[in-house]
């Protein structure tokens, strides 16, 4: 599962400064979590399946075939969420026996016609209909909603947006569409047959067995998967698709699009074959399953789902040329689904505390691929970015890994599950070596294939293979809480010739132990120092020195997650800049010298080093820190940006180079600027943009037009926003509306940006423009999970719908014969409902 991103930026601004940060556990007594109990154990499940579209429900029967798990028992208890239960059968070779049974609570209760014991297998026949939006189970941060099954403009009402079926099962929401034990530690075969019209395509787990004319314009598509996987991992798809094949050896490798994205296809997913390949290399564990396909879903409610050989993304997914040009924005999502086929679907978490062995591994395949693909410096940026998402949230330090007392089982899915466990897996690959990880982790597959795990087996597995003890690591990452906090102080003893090196924990609770890299300086060449940090306050490191250190750099390669109080100067940070081999080192002194190159002309030196550095994103970093109208930076760096700007092997380089340049105002750009508008990327059109509004602001309303900004980055859309607005361009007007949604909580990190959002969102909600008020509406009602119980929050944003919904009255008032004002009206209603 990757998480639903509302907006990464957007979203800080929730929890900034702590405005609306609160503990997951604050006010809520502790409950422990235990692992399901398993008195049955599923062996098959088949499924009959046909759809009411206008209903909104399916029907469906039946034949769950299990035993006793251990314990004799004469009943079997299913979850069943919302449904119709219109008959209970045994099952036996066709013949049916009806048998009682008690339905209530969504628990479905079956008196069997016999006792059973351990390994006596039996079938029950269930005919029923499945209600999802009689569904009361809520969502969360990671999914917004809970219903299982969904339909998509069922009846084709929404003009633009295509008719589809999906399901969603993470975490327990299959059993809103079949009945099941709903556990991650049940593992079951399956067959699905789906009747559905012609016209559309289905795709489910396994392979297309069959499929069967019905007539009438129905066809039944026969799916089976003949190993056996969690319930929360089916799924179905319904939907006009494009199929774009592709193939790992001899496996089926198909991209499920819509069909306007059908030539892009290959370009936003093409690089699975080549992901299956490494992976498989790379865990010395051939993928296991008989296929891999990958499906878009219009109004998905996450991010991705890792669904067994059928995985489902949000139709974000879905880029053309104009944003892959800049970067496939998908890619390390579609890494992280795929990495799940081995973590995750082969073995899977055995209760919902042990999340990490599934979404952890996930996130850090993310820097696995990248490392691979586009090598290390690369992939430490990912590194670098997942940290960052840790830290952002102030409640993940109060968290434990694997924890047992969650309040909701969806609180799971966090910075901590991910971001956290995504980089505590490098530091343990870091500690080990590359042999005895991957070692590890192959031996943690092998044993623990088409079955359950959880991070003790982790550890037991990279003991065995390692011969280390590894108790001291789990028990201090995986079973703590926390982070180092660090800062440091150097002495130098001119007598011995030696510095002394002190490194202070000041975090509040447990002391942590952990090797560290050192860079120590002198006469601007680092010498690695590779330490030992015992879990006490102070640590003394002494090192052979010939003069007081030029610089001391701790967390030298980067791998350690912690804070770090740093104390340098504008000269060291050139030093670290221009002596360091690891992206992060780098990036932190350009960092730096970003906030500083008005003001010391050292920090402008880093900058301006940084404009040739080999990793795209420092350039960038160096670009955002030039400030071109100061005539200081125009000597040392004008010449070279105006170069990045034309021919930068990066288009997002060449972007950030055309902003630079905008700061000196000078008309002698505009061709540049006029050129730039007509190129292939959107980050460089985007920028082209702005530039002119800044220099020629007559000229933006004709070249608005110009750039698709459907999908377009957080970032783009901040920066065009305000000419956007300004000058009422209604082609964009939903481009911006997520972010105009926003424009209160934006207020509090970029005033400026706030007002013009604001603009922005009176602008829409005074017009009659259906695809920007649905746009305000989804993502309102998205983040609703985000932020959790926050009262203060939820009242801003509930505010926020009933202004818009007082402004859009307004609209029918003066236009009472809209054919879409209504639909507009019905959604804003629908998300204050919501929030009730």
């Known amino acids: ?136 189970q809520k969502g969360s941060a990671a999914i917004s909603e809970a219903k299982g099954l969904y339909f998509i403009n069922p009846q084709g009402k929404e003009e633009g947006k295509p008719t589809q079926i999906w399901t969603q099962g993470e975490t327990e929401a299959s059993s809103a569409w079949f009945p099941t034990i709903d556990k991650p530690n ?61 193939k790992w050896r001899n496996i089926p490798v198909d991209y499920y699009v819509e069909k306007e994205y059908e030539p892009y296809a290959k370009q936003i997913f093409g690089n699975t074959p080549e ?114 998402g840790y830290f952002r949230d102030p409640s993940n330090v109060s968290k434990d890994l694997v924890r047992f007392n969650y309040h909701s089982r969806e609180d799971m899915f966090d910075g901590v599950s991910y971001n956290k466990g995504g980089s505590i897996l490098h530091m343990l690959r870091n500690y080990l070596g590359d042999d005895a990880f991957f070692s590890g982790l192959n031996d943690y597959l092998k044993t623990n294939e088409y079955g359950t795990g959880e991070a003790q087996q982790l550890r037991l597995s990279l003991e065995k293979i390692s011969g280390k003890d590894l108790n001291w690591f789990f028990n201090q990452w995986y079973y703590g809480k926390g982070h180092p906090k660090i800062s440091y102080t150097s002495t130098f003893e001119p007598v011995k010739k030696q510095v002394t090196v002190t490194i202070n924990q000041t975090q509040i609770g447990e002391n942590f132990q952990f090797p560290m890299a050192i860079d120590v300086f002198e006469n601007g060449k680092a010498t690695r120092q590779n330490v030992w940090v015992s879990a006490k306050e102070k640590n003394n490191f002494t090192f052979p020195l010939s003069k007081t250190p030029d610089l001391i750099n701790i967390n030298a390669d980067g791998t350690l997650l912690a804070e770090f109080t740093e104390k340098k100067t504008p000269e060291q940070y050139f030093m670290q800049y221009s002596g360091s081999k690891e992206f992060l080192s780098r990036f932190k002194a350009v960092e730096n010298a970003s906030e500083n190159a008005s003001k010391n002309a050292t920090s402008l030196k880093t900058l301006v080093a940084a ?50 340049l905008a700061k000196t105002k000078d008309k002698k750009y505009l061709p540049l600027f006029d050129k730039g508008m007509g190129a292939v990327s959107n980050s460089v059109k985007a920028s082209s943009l702005a530039a002119i509004g800044a220099i020629d602001p007559a000229k933006v309303a004709s070249l608005a037009d110009k750039i698709d900004l459907e999908g377009a980055s957080d970032d783009l859309i901040a920066e065009l926003l305000p000419i956007i607005v300004k000058n009422k361009i209604e082609k964009q007007m939903p481009a911006i509306a997520q972010t105009a949604a926003f424009y209160p909580f934006l207020k509090f990190q970029n005033p400026t940006l706030g007002a013009a959002a604001e603009d922005g969102f009176n602008w829409i909600m005074s017009s009659d423009n259906l695809k920007a008020t649905q746009n305000v509406t989804k993502v309102l009602t998205q983040v609703k999970g985000q932020i959790g119980e926050n009262p203060q929050a939820k009242m801003m944003i509930v505010q926020i719908l009933k202004d818009g919904l007082a402004k859009k009255m307004q609209v029918l008032k003066a236009n009472p014969s809209s054919t879409t004002i209504n639909q507009q009206i019905d959604a804003i209603n629908k998300a204050i409902e919501a929030y009730k």
């Open 611 to 660: 404009l040739k550095d080999q990793n795209f994103r420092i350039r960038m970093k160096a670009l955002s820190g030039l400030d071109l109208s100061k005539p200081d930076q125009q000597k040392l760096a004008l010449a070279e940006v105006e170069k990045m700007a034309s021919n930068d092997p990066k288009t997002l380089v060449q972007s950030s180079a055309i902003t630079a």
């Open 275 to 388: 992901m299956i390949e490494f992976f498989s290399k790379r865990l010395n564990y051939d993928y296991p399953w008989s296929k891999y396909s990958q499906i878009t879903g219009a109004d998905y409610v996450s991010g991705a789902m890792e669904n067994t050989t059928a995985t489902l993304h949000s139709d974000a997914a879905q880029q053309k040329p104009g944003d892959l040009i800049d970067e496939n924005r998908w890619e390390d999502v579609i890494s992280h689904e795929l990495f799940h086929h081995w973590f995750g679907d082969l073995v899977t978490a055995e209760s919902w505390s042990n999340l990490t062995v599934n979404e952890s591994f996930a996130n850090y395949s993310e820097y696995l691929w990248n490392e691979y693909k586009y090598g290390k410096d690369f992939a430490d940026y990912t590194l670098m970015k997942a940290s960052e």
């Open 186 to 246: 049940q593992k079951t075969t399956q067959e699905i047959y789906m009747t559905v019209p012609d016209k559309y395509v289905t795709l489910s787990n396994g392979i297309l067995k069959e499929s069967k004319n019905e007539g009438n314009n129905l066809r039944t598509d026969h799916w089976v998967m003949d190993k056996k996987h969690a319930p929360y991992l089916f799924f179905m798809g319904v939907g006009e698709y494009a199929i774009v094949k592709d």
């Open 1 to 136: 599962m990757k998480k639903l991103l509302i907006s990464v930026s957007l979203l800080g601004i929730l929890f900034s400064g702590n405005v609306f940060a609160q503990t997951e556990t604050s006010g809520r007594t502790e409950v422990y979590r235990a692992t399901h109990t398993k008195m049955t154990e599923l062996k098959h499940t088949k499924l009959k399946v046909n759809f009411d579209y206008q209903k909104e429900q399916m029907n469906g029967e039946e034949w769950l075939t299990a035993s006793p798990y251990f314990y004799p028992t004469d009943s079997l208890v299913l979850n069943a969420k919302a449904m119709l239960i219109h008959e209970v059968s045994l099952d036996k070779g066709g013949s049916k026996t009806p048998l009682k049974y008690d339905y209530k609570d969504d628990m479905l209760k079956i008196n069997l016609d016999k006792t059973y014991n351990r390994n006596q297998d039996y079938t029950v026949y269930i005919k029923y209909t499945a209600r999802p939006n009689e569904v009361t």
